[in-house]
């Protein structure tokens, strides 16, 4: 039986999910930059915060999320795929 690995970004994201609540009251319209499960902090645009983490981090996997009540889906089309 193959074993089951945690997606990229799995933990960052469980993280976001789980401080929801607390993240909408304190930053909400903001970008929040998480690594595993620690936020390492709010900023004003989603430049700042990738800019921000690329300082603090490093070329590693990150989340940057903007701090909404709800998620809104986004789609892309591939033009190279002729879609």
């Keep these: 039986m193959p074993a089951t690995h945690p997606t990229e970004l799995e933990s960052e994201l469980g993280f976001f999910n789980a401080h929801r ?3 909408l009251q304190e930053a ?3 970008f929040a930059l998480i690594k ?3 936020l390492i902090g709010t900023f004003e645009n989603e430049t700042a915060a990738i800019r921000r983490g690329y ?3 490093g ?3 990150f989340l940057v999320k ?3 009540e ?6 892309f089309s591939s033009f190279n795929l002729g879609l």
Excluded: R, Y
């Excluded at 709800?70 to 789609?75: C, F, R, T």
């Design 70 to 75: 709800v998620d809104i889906p986004l789609s």
């Design 28 to 30: 909400e319209g903001k």
């Design 21 to 23: 609540s607390e993240l």
């Design 66 to 68: 903007k701090i909404t």
């Design 36 to 38: 595993g499960n620690s």
């Design 55 to 57: 300082e603090v981090l």
């Design 59 to 61: 070329n590693v996997p």
